[in-house]
């Protein structure tokens, strides 16, 4: 019973994860944190629907598409709002953050409709018995991916010569600029990546969810997630995923549903008072 | 000075002949203005004049609405003087989460402020057996002196003098000794503290503030209203309320108000168009927040008109 709990609660906490790298990646990346990126998950989904209604193309090549049409949503993200806002108040830019997941949310729901979709598994949604536990390839395609995910994100700001250019044009832009990194063309890049990671969370996460406009509530557990594990560490999105994942299926067993639907955001809260740096993040000291 | 008399006179005027003049639907309109207007209020103290964000007003907007109704039908409190109870104790509940900016800030405090309203709407969903659930629950009418409120005609007696009153309240607040300090701690935090304010104490202050007058609008809205359903409070709500005051201008008490004005009115103008108004709606917010973050009454018309004049006198 506990093992089953388990396993199915890593699958809960892999999308989490994999929702909260691309908080990190966009925190990390440009320092910006992206209030709507879980309206953008949502919305990557919906443009693979788009994409076959509009086009009629199968399955697959309109996740191309989608996946298309994500780096220039991407693109769009900051040549249209943060590269004109880089300079405005931390609260502009949380309020147009919002208001992308906002845009994005509404859009889909005048285009759409407001009721829910069904959308494909990719893999088999039939569960395969393993060592007496049930194990259903679709999410375990979650979790492999969003571990894919990290090791890639890691090696990339770890290992190469593009990722420390990144992390020097985050850390210091004039200082980044003056040894030579176009600073904007990093942001941009960091935009566009983190926008096609939002289509590829949507296409795993929208069968095992209901695809409605409103899916982009599962933002916030990213943000616990995020938060959890220390919102500039990349490994610790995704130790704070699954740790979330678990938490709930836990409380939801043991305790109430109503606890399972509320511990995320108690969590939330007692994180960022308690230990603002998470699991795994270093503080950052606010300058004067 | 005569011309203050003089302003308020014509407004004393209005608001006496409006009822006589204007159709009943029109009046629910005003009242659904001035009721946003109150919430929106709160919005543009804590963040506009402290600068501290929040996204906690539909909570607070949820507490006055359902505690002044509950306190009603199980214990036969009335409103109107269940509304003022309810929202001292939610400025108690804002003045408490204001404590938290000695820790939080920016992003952090964007979040906690959400986790807290998506937790009083779960809250409220799961305690069945007093807020109705998911289903939502009645409001009573709200009765005053033995007259029974029900309509936006006949609430319009209370809600526009509250609000009128409380409007007046924060411009005056906002013109003292604590405005000037709320405007200080925006400004730089380090240069008020240095100044000795003691800056945590004024930040929960404007929370608290934020939630007494989210409260108060919440219990007018809720019996204008007639019914409360838990899915109207939730973190999307708390956005709206954010979109009307950028939209409005949070530099000003007047932001509210005409941010109010034109979310009330803009269904209005899209008559045919009721499935793009959320979408109409984000795309304001997007772009004022990027063309014209200051909003809507941050517009100076005389000043506007005398540099476009001087600029066509230079131009010869």
């Known amino acids: 019973m506990l093992a089953q ?54 399955f697959w090549p309109a996740v191309v598409v989608a996946l298309a049409a994500s780096v220039l949503l991407g693109a769009l993200i900051y040549g249209g709002l943060m590269w004109p806002l880089r300079r405005a108040s931390l609260l502009a830019q949380i309020i147009a953050s919002l208001a992308v997941g906002t845009v994005l949310r509404e859009f889909v729901r005048a285009y759409m409709g407001p009721s829910a979709w069904p959308f494909p598994f990719l893999l088999s949604p039939a569960p395969v018995a393993v060592f007496g536990v049930f194990v259903v390839p679709a999410n375990l395609a979650i979790v492999g991916v969003s571990l894919g995910v990290l090791a890639l994100l890691f090696l990339l700001f770890e290992r190469t010569f593009y990722g420390r250019a990144i992390m020097a044009a985050c850390d210091n832009r004039i200082g980044a600029s003056l040894i030579g990194i176009q600073v904007s063309m990093v942001f941009l890049a960091i935009w566009i990546l983190s926008s096609v990671l939002a289509t590829v969370a949507g296409v795993l996460v929208a069968p095992l969810l209901t695809l409605s406009p409103d899916m982009g509530l599962i933002g916030i557990k990213g943000f616990t997630a995020a938060v959890l594990g220390g919102f500039n560490s990349l490994p610790g999105a995704v130790i704070g995923g699954i740790l979330l994942g678990v938490l709930e299926a836990l409380a939801g067993a043991y305790v109430s549903s109503a606890l399972k639907d509320m511990i995320s955001y108690g969590i939330l809260i007692a994180v960022v008072l308690v230990r603002p740096q998470g699991l795994l993040g270093v503080l950052a000291m606010k300058k004067v | 000075m005569l011309a203050r008399s003089l302003f308020a006179m014509v407004a004393a005027l209005a608001f006496l002949a409006a009822p006589h003049v204007l159709a009943e639907f029109h009046l629910f309109q005003i009242c659904l203005i001035a009721g946003t207007a109150l919430v929106v209020l709160g919005l ?5 004049f402290a600068g501290q964000i929040s996204l906690a007003q539909a909570a607070f907007v949820a507490l006055g609405g359902y505690g002044s109704a509950i306190l009603a039908t199980r214990w036969g409190f009335p409103l109107w003087a269940g509304i003022p109870v309810v929202a001292v104790a939610v400025s108690v509940v804002g003045f408490l989460l204001g404590q938290m900016t000695l820790r939080v800030s920016g992003h952090y405090l964007a979040l906690v402020t959400m986790a807290v309203t998506a937790i009083v709407q779960i809250a409220l969903i799961y305690s069945d057996s007093i807020t109705g659930g998911a289903a939502g629950m009645p409001v009573p009418t ?81 019996p204008l209203s ?21 939209v409005g201008g949070m530099a000003s008490p007047l932001g509210a108000l ?33 063309l014209r973050p200051n909003g809507l009454a941050s517009f100076n018309l005389p000043r506007a008109l005398s540099s476009a004049l001087a600029r066509t006198g230079d131009g010869r």
Request: charged share 5%.
């Open chain 2, 258 to 290: 005409v941010g109010s004005t034109i979310f009330v009115f803009l269904p209005d103008f899209l008559q045919g168009f009721q499935s793009y108004l959320g979408l109409v709606f984000a795309l304001l917010l997007l772009g004022f927040i990027v």
């Open chain 2, 44 to 48: 543009v103290v804590v963040t506009g």
């Open chain 1, 5 to 58: 709990l388990l396993v199915s609660s890593i699958t809960a906490g892999a999308v989490y994860a994999l929702v909260a790298l691309g908080f990190v990646l966009i925190y990390k990346g440009t320092g910006v944190v992206h209030f709507g990126y879980g309206d953008q998950v949502t919305f990557g989904a919906y443009l693979v629907l788009i994409a076959q209604a509009l086009f009629g193309l199968p």
């Open chain 2, 142 to 222: 709200f009765e005053i002196f033995g007259y029974a409120l029900s309509t936006g005609g006949q609430l319009y007696y209370v809600i526009v003098p509250v609000t009128a009153a409380l409007f007046l309240a924060v411009h005056n607040l906002n013109r003292s000794h604590y405005g000037r300090a709320l405007a200080a701690i925006r400004q730089s935090e380090t240069a008020a503290e240095l100044m000795g304010l003691n800056v945590l104490r004024y930040k929960a202050a404007a929370f608290g503030a934020s939630g007494f007058l989210g409260a108060i609008g919440g219990g007018l809205l809720a």
């Open chain 2, 226 to 246: 007639t019914y409360l359903d838990p899915a109207q409070f939730g973190i999307t709500h708390s956005v709206y309320f954010l979109a009307v005051a950028v």
